[in-house]
T-cell receptor, first 115, second 111 residues
Framework: GDSVTQTEGQVTVSESKSLIINCTYS????????LFWYVRYPGEGLQLLLK?????QKGSSRGFEATYNKETTSFHLQKASVQESDSAVYYC????????????FGKGTHLHVLP | EAAVTQSPRNKVAVTGGKVTLSCNQT?????MYWYRQDTGHGLRLIHY???????EKGDIPDGYKASRPSQENFSLILELATPSQTSVYFC??????????FGSGTRLLVI
């Protein structure tokens, strides 16, 4: 079936260092999925960080970037220089336009940024 | 500003009791969803709705009911709460775009 894999449950990075959070997906549909990164800050609900609905395109927001790579079925999240305020849980997710409800989330990666 | 509001924010319930989690959205979105989020799991879909009067089973509906009396409101009902239902519950809405708007979550503890 369809799935999203985030291999790291927790990542710790020092402030101003670079970050990569890995995400790969598996999709049984012949259609390409929409890909998302959501973020959950402490005490808040999930917010959309960025989305890409076209294979090969890059999305960016708040200094974060992710490129939709259909060859490697990956959608890794990157940031060149993290800040302490980036500490949160990041969820990779996918959906298909053909199915109104079928959004599949990864297990989430908890980012700790050390001051 | 369009929003999804959940109540209560925190709830302690006794085993066997009835629990109702409420969700209100001002986005005028047709689609609404209830998820639970547990450590080591991604968000798992419990129930969803295409509009007022409709409810559909998600991936883990057992032990839960849902009610969508209006466009704005979508409730999740635990008729006989069990400790295994201790979790954080998120409501979300979705309109024409593929992305969701989430509420802040309800933390439920069943003792």
């Amino acid at each position: 079936g369809d799935s999203v894999t985030q291999t790291e449950g927790q990542v710790t990075v020092s402030e101003s260092k670079s970050l990569i959070i890995n995400c790969t997906y598996s999709a049984t549909s012949i259609a390409y999925p929409n890909l998302f990164w959501y973020v959950r800050y402490p005490g808040e609900g999930l917010q959309l960080l960025l989305k890409v609905i076209t294979a090969g395109q890059k999305g960016s927001s708040r200094g974060f970037e992710a490129t939709y790579n259909k060859e490697t079925t990956s959608f890794h999240l990157q940031k060149a220089s993290v800040q302490e305020s980036d500490s949160a849980v990041y969820y990779c997710a996918l959906s298909f336009d053909t199915n109104a409800y079928k959004v599949i989330f990864g297990k989430g990666t908890h980012l700790h940024v050390l001051p | 500003e369009a929003a999804v509001t959940q109540s209560p924010r925190n709830k302690v319930a006794v085993t066997g009791g009835k629990v109702t989690l409420s969700c209100n959205q001002t986005n005028n979105h047709n689609n609404m969803y209830w998820y639970r989020q547990d450590t080591g799991h991604g968000l798992r879909l419990i129930h969803y709705s295409y509009g007022a009067g409709s409810t559909e089973k998600g991936d883990i509906p057992d032990g839960y009911k849902a009610s969508r009396p209006s466009q704005e409101n979508f409730s999740l009902i635990l008729e006989l709460a069990t400790p295994s239902q201790t979790s954080v519950y998120f409501c979300a809405s979705r309109g024409g775009d593929p992305d969701y708007t989430f509420g802040s979550g309800t933390r439920l503890l069943v003792i």
